[in-house]
């Protein structure tokens, strides 16, 4: 993964989420109180014939602590599948 963020809902559908668009990067909100989308940016290469595979999960709390709790959590399961 290159870059994520999280941002509001309202702009994912505008202009406001990238801070520099001729390099492909993204506005950073570290956390939002409000309804919020997730937004990453892959560079990947692929072949003819080829494909890639990605995982993504949501995670969401009351708290700062729970959310990264769970993230935690979910982190460590995925090392282990790999």
Do not use: C
């Amino acid at each position: 993964m290159k870059e994520y963020t999280a941002m509001p809902q309202w702009k994912v559908f505008t202009d406001q989420i990238w801070s520099s668009l001729q390099k492909g990067s993204l506005n950073y909100h570290p956390m939002i109180k409000s309804p919020a989308a997730s937004i990453f940016t892959i560079k990947m290469t692929l072949g003819s014939h080829e494909s890639g595979k990605m995982d993504t999960w949501t995670i969401s709390g009351t708290n700062k602590n729970e959310i990264l709790s769970m993230e935690q959590a979910l982190l460590k399961q995925t090392e282990r599948q790999q």
